[in-house]
């Protein structure tokens, strides 16, 4: 029988938090509305060093380690805000996940501090034909998986073929139309399009990209995530569901001596305020996804370093139209005003200060978002960072005109952290005025992430840590044949133009196309893009080499303790 942990080990003399006392406060702040002035957008910033600390909007990922300063050995301990879900890159859906993968689960590429695209288990990028229907991938060599076999061209070609058949993948429609993948030699693999994907790159630079030992998918299946198996600095050891997953050094790691930690043990610390106790106790060495309400006082911790950069992606509100029957199923429409009439969904998108949540919430460290499409993405434009108003008058003209009598009630699941709640009370207050009134059920993450695949729900208060190409920040969640439409939308306008920004070459091409999606999506609102947060994680400052970039995944694996 598997022991469930007290979270009561992890909490310093530090005291909980009332949650609803400090939610009904924030309310309170949320509703003054209109009288708040427009958030400044964050700045650009340089990049900075990690043991530097920086003023809200500055860009700070943390320094890589010096070898010469870091002591060989030691656990490393990270508090997680959330439970990962499974720990297969084919099934994965959590950012969480992500942390973990990025320590045992290298890709064929990876992301730099300027999210472009680099080599990780390939050795340069593709080489792609000139009608855009092949790319040629060269891969190191001499690479071996955690269970002693060879990482090779037949590898890689196993995993992908998984992430385009296995029942429930979260990569199929990431990977695109993809028609067969050779392997001319072991050292080489060329995959092959039916018509050109310009994302699929990018894709490769995520958990599509991960490479699966073969043995440990021919012995476990379906069940890979109960003892994963892949390249990486570190390998699994052990899982305690809710409480704690533990990695260790791999010797046959090809890079071995670049890593200086024995073990990195990843506890789940749902309250942020605990998280931040943990740190500052030096119970714990790295805490993510700090409170913008506990950031502040951290920065002028002098032994404490925050690292921020600003959020590819987007925290938004999901309404379910057509996802009666769960995700993966046919599409079957709700009979609920909000999921058949549009109206109902503007007017709910109309009732909602998006400037107030942002500065009254979060102390103006994260931005309004409208849109899924990155100001920061190379493929932005005026038309992909519209914003509608608020404006709660013409909300409520909006319900009488669809014949909805107010006020309107539509409950919300929704993550039971305390910031999670925190924004949830602030939502539930501030869409009064709109004529809504919005019933919150919070739920465990895990739970969250079953209800939201089975369709059982009828609002959902979700994020997604966003991905450099805008394509995986956006077909995946409302194209109709989306690997994460939960939403159950579908929009045949839509879909063409995804599916033409996806095999177009020309960027300002898809730059035009991103923009009409956008217009589409403001006037169907399967998705209420409200902000986009900063990626806030706290460091000690005995620890070096930790690094979060604009992809939100802590950088763990080459770290170690200052000597």
Request: net charge neutral; hydrophobic share 40%.
């Amino acid at each position: 029988m598997t022991r469930r942990l007290s979270l009561n080990r992890f909490i310093p003399s530090a005291r909980r938090r009332s949650v609803a006392g400090a939610g009904a406060a924030f309310v309170a702040l949320a509703l003054v509305g209109t009288a708040c002035s427009p958030v400044e957008p964050a700045g650009d910033g340089d990049q900075s060093g990690g043991g530097q600390s920086s003023a809200a909007g500055q860009d700070v990922f943390g320094d890589a380690a010096d070898p010469a300063q870091v002591k060989q050995g030691g656990t490393l301990t990270v508090a997680l805000s959330a439970d990962p879900d499974k720990l297969d890159p084919t099934l994965s859906r959590s950012l969480y996940s992500r942390y973990v993968f990025h320590t045992m689960c290298e890709k064929l590429y990876d992301l730099g501090p300027d999210a472009k695209v680099v080599p990780q288990l390939a050795t340069a990028l593709p080489t792609i034909s000139s009608d855009g229907l092949s790319l040629t991938i060269p891969l190191k060599e001499g690479v071996k998986f955690a269970d002693g076999g060879a990482f090779d061209a037949n590898a890689v070609k196993i995993s992908l073929n998984r992430d385009l058949t296995l029942a429930g993948s979260a990569r199929k429609s990431e990977l695109g139309p993809i028609t067969s993948i050779e392997t001319p030699d072991a050292k080489t693999v060329v995959i092959k399009l039916s018509k050109p994907f310009a994302p699929l790159t990018a894709a490769l630079a995520d958990r599509a990209g991960m490479v699966l030992s073969p043995a440990a998918v021919a012995k476990l299946g379906a069940n890979f995530s109960n003892a994963p198996v892949c390249v990486g600095p570190f390998k699994f050891a052990s899982r305690v569901a809710q409480n704690s997953i533990k990695v260790v050094k791999d010797p046959q790691y090809y890079n071995a001596a670049k890593v200086h930690l024995d073990a990195i043990e990843y506890r789940i610390i749902t309250d942020s305020s605990i998280r931040s106790a943990n740190l500052k106790s030096g119970d714990a060495q790295v805490a993510d996804s700090l409170s913008s309400q506990d950031a502040p006082t951290l920065q002028k911790d002098s032994s404490v370093s925050v690292l921020q950069s600003q959020s590819l992606g987007y925290q938004g509100l999901t309404i379910n139209i057509g996802n009666a029957n769960g995700i993966g199923n046919p599409l079957k429409p709700l009979d609920t005003p909000i999921a058949k009439d549009p109206k109902v969904r503007q007017a709910l998108a109309l009732s909602i200060d998006r400037d107030a949540l942002v500065k009254s919430i979060f102390n103006g460290l994260n931005t309004v978002a409208c849109s899924p499409v990155s100001p920061k993405s190379e493929f932005t434009s005026d038309a992909a960072q519209v914003c509608p108003p608020h404006d709660p008058a013409k909300a409520k003209q909006l319900l009488a005109d669809a014949g909805v009598s107010t006020p309107y009630k539509v409950e919300m699941i929704t993550s039971n952290n305390p910031d999670s709640l925190r924004l949830a009370q602030a939502l539930q207050g501030m869409v009064k005025d709109g004529g809504f009134d919005l019933v919150i059920k919070p739920v465990e993450y895990a739970a969250l992430l079953d209800q939201q695949d089975r369709g059982d729900f009828e609002l959902l208060q979700l994020g997604w840590s966003g991905r450099v190409d805008p394509d995986a920040n956006i077909y995946n969640f409302v194209g109709t044949t989306g690997s994460q439409n939960v939403s159950g939308y579908s929009n045949p306008d839509v879909d063409k133009l995804l599916t033409d920004a996806r095999q177009a070459t020309d960027q300002a091409q898809r730059v035009k196309l991103y923009g009409d999606v956008v217009s589409k999506l403001q006037q169907d609102d399967p998705i209420i893009y409200m902000y986009r947060q900063r990626n806030l994680t706290g460091v000690s400052k005995k620890l070096l080499g930790i690094q979060v970039y604009p992809d939100g995944v802590i950088r763990t694996a080459f770290a170690g303790f200052a000597k």
